[in-house]
């Protein structure tokens, strides 16, 4: 085995690995002690909301698998920063709407669409789309409607607390910052690593793997979600 293929590898199982261990640590939700927290605030708290929506969105493993498949194939920095920018608008308009106005969906089967996202992306990145049924969605308008179904997911971890009225419409616009800050310092960690891979020299003989185990994941993540639904 070549020296540049040994090195993408082992690229792929430190991504493999940070993604193991956020879903691990942090199993997406708020913790009891974050809970607590917001809970007994008993108004404005901006530097603590902004802090736990940020933290909320780097361990997020589900917003970061789908994120990590939307950037896997940009090379350039403003086709970046226009996915990016759909995704952030999508999840954003949801997480507001859903707190605010109290549209209240169910967290387990928002969350087991979430992972379909993850299958999705990874299946369009495979070509799978044109190559077995001879068309394919409008990308851009996928990852924004997409976006709009993880900021239901950020909503439900919220909706689940008892959230202090007063100070709640700026507290709820400082966490959704927060996410925003979160995603932003997630990218450029993904951004590292595949220009890391690419950098090997073998990125586009090795894409499709690295993009199975993305589509696999995201069943992973479904299917554990409607266990919770029907089960728990």
């Given amino acids: 085995m070549s020296?540049?293929?040994?090195?993408y590898l082992k690229g792929l199982v430190i991504i493999g690995a940070l993604l193991f261990i956020a879903s691990t640590v942090f199993a997406h939700g708020v913790t009891d002690?974050?809970?607590?927290?917001?809970?007994?605030?008993?108004?404005m708290?901006?530097?603590?909301?902004?802090?736990l929506g940020a933290k909320h969105m780097i361990t997020g493993y589900d917003h970061l698998l789908y994120l990590a498949g939307v950037i896997f194939f940009l090379y350039r920095s403003r086709d970046i920063a226009l996915y990016v920018t759909l995704f952030a608008v999508g999840h954003s308009?949801?997480?507001?709407?859903?707190?605010?106005?109290?549209?209240?969906?169910?967290?387990?089967?928002?969350?087991?669409v979430i992972g379909l996202s993850v299958v999705y992306k990874a299946f369009e990145n495979l070509d799978g789309f044109r190559r077995y049924f001879g068309?394919?969605?409008?990308?851009?308008?996928?990852v924004f409607c997409f976006g709009l179904v993880h900021g239901f997911g950020?909503?439900?971890?919220?909706?689940?607390?008892?959230?202090?009225?007063?100070?709640?419409?700026?507290?709820?616009?400082?966490?959704?910052l927060g996410v925003e800050i979160g995603q932003l310092m997630a990218l450029a960690?993904?951004?590292?690593?595949?220009?890391t891979l690419r950098s090997t020299g073998?990125?586009?003989k090795y894409a499709p793997l690295f993009n199975v185990g993305l589509m696999f994941a995201g069943f992973a993540l479904t299917n554990y979600q409607l266990a919770g639904f029907f089960f728990a």
């Fill in 189 to 195: 960690v993904l951004l590292i690593l595949i220009n």
């Fill in 202 to 204: 073998g990125f586009l």
């Fill in 45 to 51: 708290a901006l530097v603590a909301f902004l802090y």
């Fill in 33 to 43: 002690r974050d809970a607590l927290f917001l809970e007994q605030n008993p108004g």
């Fill in 154 to 176: 950020l909503a439900t971890k919220l909706q689940g607390l008892h959230l202090s009225e007063e100070g709640l419409v700026a507290n709820i616009l400082s966490f959704n």
């Fill in 3 to 7: 020296k540049k293929v040994t090195i």
């Fill in 93 to 112: 308009i949801t997480l507001l709407t859903g707190v605010l106005a109290e549209i209240n969906v169910n967290a387990y089967i928002v969350d087991a």
């Fill in 135 to 142: 068309f394919q969605l409008n990308p851009k308008s996928a």
